[in-house]
């Protein structure tokens, strides 16, 4: 079982709809988690992180946490075409130096 | 320089030759890591460094490949007898994170360093 799961698309939404992305996890202890974008040919930057169970809003963005489930989703609301790109999935453990751990991403394409 | 710092933007060499890519970080961020992506796929995790700790060399996919980190700062990637199966996007990524609960855990990465292997 890989540390980190994300199917990896691609996701096709229409633009106005609400694009929902998810990620599993295996290492029970991990307590952070983060949300990566990477457009084609760049590099990936930081969208969200999140660090308790339940929900956080962030403009167009909310990420979900579930720890009971090892479960973290990633929602955009009114999707745009600019949103299409691949979303990495991170977590951080929470003993000793733990680096951070990605999904292989999930594409994303917003059509217009 | 005010971020991640990677070079040779863009490396193309001959199977069998030995390249390094280098990697400044942000000044003063403790965690540095390599990835490697391939065309398509997702970051693969190489290596990490910590402070003065031992680095974490589990995703190092063969003895060709090893990583230098010097004074806390600068490190570099080195590749003996490149294979074309090596050819890919390398991106180090530094953060100020400690590992431990509550940090921020947010990497920046720098550009990449494209390498193929002919």
């Known amino acids: 079982q890989k540390e980190v799961e994300q199917n990896s698309g691609p996701l096709s939404v229409p633009e106005g709809a609400i694009a929902s992305l998810n990620c599993t996890y295996s290492d029970r202890v991990s307590q952070s988690f983060f949300w990566y974008r990477q457009y084609s040919g760049k590099s990936p930057e930081l969208i969200m992180s999140?660090?308790?169970?339940g929900d956080k809003e962030d403009g167009r963005f909310t990420a979900q946490l579930n720890k009971a489930s090892q479960y973290v989703s990633l929602l955009i609301r009114d999707s745009q075409p600019s949103d299409s790109a691949t979303y990495l999935c991170a977590v951080l453990g929470n003993t000793g130096f733990q680096k951070l751990v990605f999904g292989t991403g999930t594409r994303l394409l917003v059509s217009p | 320089g005010a971020g991640v710092s990677q070079s040779p933007s863009n490396k193309v060499t001959e199977k069998g030759k030995d390249v390094e890519l280098r990697c400044d970080p942000i000044s003063g961020h403790t965690a540095l890591y390599w990835y490697r992506q391939s065309l398509g796929q997702g970051l693969e995790f190489l290596i990490y460094f910590q402070g003065n700790s031992a680095p974490d060399k589990s995703g190092l996919p063969s003895d060709r490949f090893s990583a230098e980190r010097t004074g806390g700062s600068v490190s570099t990637l080195t590749i003996q007898r490149t294979q074309q199966e090596d050819s890919a996007v390398y991106l180090c990524?530094?953060?100020?994170?400690?590992?431990?609960?509550?940090?921020?855990?947010?990497?920046?990465f720098g550009e990449g360093s494209r390498l193929t292997v002919l």
């Open positions: 990524a530094s953060s100020s994170h400690a590992g431990t609960s509550g940090d921020t855990g947010e990497l920046f």
């Open positions: 999140i660090y308790s169970n």
